[in-house]
């Protein structure tokens, strides 16, 4: 093979490397779902719609799921002192996976007034499959903590899944009946919605593919110029 056709070969090769890796990567939904939610409260049951927005990004060998409110729930017939609100949550697991997931947050950054909705912050947990596949998160109860007393809010309309991730599990086992491992932990504060995992591993893997090809381009030009020169 002539040095100009080794040349265009090689670099084919690396753009299309560099195609294969970007179609690898995989899938992610995600919807902002409005959910009724019946709370039954110290002082009487009280209804709020709220849409709800769950989004993942990979972590090690799990995923960090991270659930938000964009309107308050339930009310104190009292203020809320800084940090007298403690909330959690859990997200409904289907698809490929079953079970719940905890979530949890921060308590409450500043005082709430009274007969005012509560204002949930991002709750977070890590979600770590068992099994590959597409799996759907689904909001769950709340639940909130404060001044001694508890309020389970429990959604009533059956909302449908906010997101639906195609998860790989430690070692690539295939999807299947068993259920996840899950646990919670406190999110910072705010409104913080990170990239979903597959989204922001495909990020990843457009970097790699582009490297490949850069890799086989300077391969073309290094061996353009030793033709160059060994013909001088």
Same mark, same amino acid.
């Given at each position: ?66 659930? +938000?409110?964009?309107? /308050?729930? &339930? $009310?104190?017939?009292?203020? @809320? ?6 909330? !959690? #949550? ?90 996840? +491992?899950?646990?919670? /932990?406190? &999110? $910072?504060?705010?409104?913080? @919605? ?6 922001? !591993? #495909? ?30």
């Amino acid at each position: 093979m002539s040095y100009p056709k080794r040349t265009f070969a090689l670099a084919s090769a690396a753009a299309l490397a560099g195609s294969a890796v970007l179609l690898a990567a995989p899938a992610a939904h995600a919807d902002v779902v409005d959910v009724n939610y019946r709370c039954q409260t110290p002082i009487g049951v009280k209804s709020a719609l709220s849409p709800i927005d769950i989004r993942g990004v990979k972590s090690g060998s799990g995923y960090r799921i991270t659930m +938000s409110w964009q309107k /308050g729930v &339930s $009310s104190s017939p009292v203020e @809320l002192g800084k940090g007298a609100m403690s909330p !959690s #949550a859990t997200i409904g697991l289907g698809g490929a996976d079953s079970g719940t997931l905890a979530v949890s947050g921060p308590a409450n950054a500043a005082a709430i007034p009274a007969n005012t909705p509560i204002k949930i912050s991002d709750l977070s947990g890590t979600y770590t499959p068992k099994k590959s596949g597409k799996v759907t998160f689904t909001a769950g109860t709340l639940t909130i903590r404060a001044l001694g007393t508890t309020t389970t809010c429990t959604p009533t309309n059956s909302p449908k899944a906010s997101l639906t991730l195609d998860v790989t599990a430690p070692g690539g086992a295939s999807s299947g009946g068993s259920s996840s +491992s899950a646990s919670g /932990g406190s &999110s $910072s504060g705010g409104r913080q @919605l990170p990239q979903t995992g597959p989204e922001d !591993s #495909a990020v990843a893997l457009g970097t790699l593919g582009g490297t490949v090809l850069l890799a086989g381009a300077a391969a073309a030009l290094w061996l353009t110029r030793r033709n160059q020169t060994a013909h001088r």
